[in-house]
C-alpha cells in the first residue's frame, strides 16, 4: 500500500495492462515505449513494448519538428 496518490495521470496499456506512463508529481516518466507525434496536433501516442498496441499518451509535443 502507498500513502501518496500518483496515479492521477498514469497510464495503463489497455490491452495488456503494463504501465506505459507514470505521472509523478514533478515529472513524467514513459516506460520503455516508441513514442510517435503528430506533426499537426503534436498529439503522442507510445508503442506498448509488451503487446506492441499504440496507447495515446496525454502529452503534447511543443519543440522543433525538423529532423536533423
Ligand atoms: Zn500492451
Redesign the pocket.
Known amino acids: 500500500m502507498t500513502t501518496k496518490v500518483e496515479q492521477a495521470t498514469s497510464l ?7 504501465k ?1 506512463v507514470v505521472a509523478l508529481q514533478n515529472e513524467v516518466v514513459i516506460h520503455n515505449a516508441i513514442l510517435k507525434v503528430d506533426p499537426a496536433s503534436g498529439r503522442v501516442t507510445a508503442k ?6 499504440w ?1 495515446q499518451v496525454p502529452l503534447r509535443y511543443t519543440g522543433d519538428m525538423t529532423p536533423s
Open positions: 495503463r496499456c489497455p490491452v495488456c495492462r503494463a506505459v506498448c513494448v509488451r503487446c506492441k498496441a496507447v
